[in-house]
């Protein structure tokens, strides 16, 4: 059996890497789009508010699906 440091290490700054820039990307305002797709419902009461983002989750749901993919091919 091998120890994980020396594999996980390189995994690790990827997805640092990858939060940072996520983060950069919000920042800045390029993710303002994000949120506002269609199928996210959006409804408003009086005194009621319900947002249910169900596209936004499912983009997020296959990007993360491929993300995982391509680094379990390569790690």
């Not at 700054?13 to 506002?36: E, K, Q």
């Not at 959006?42 to 983009?59: K, W």
Request: aromatic share 10%; no cysteine.
């Amino acid at each position: 059996m091998e120890p994980q440091g020396p594999q996980i290490g390189p995994l690790l700054v990827i997805v640092g890497l990858a939060v940072v820039g996520v983060g950069l990307l919000a920042w800045a305002g390029g993710l303002g789009w994000f949120g506002r797709l269609p199928g996210d419902l959006r409804f408003e009461g009086e005194r009621t508010r319900l947002y249910a983002p169900i596209t936004s989750m499912i983009v997020i749901s296959l990007v993360l699906t491929l993300v995982v993919n391509l680094l379990r091919r390569f790690f």
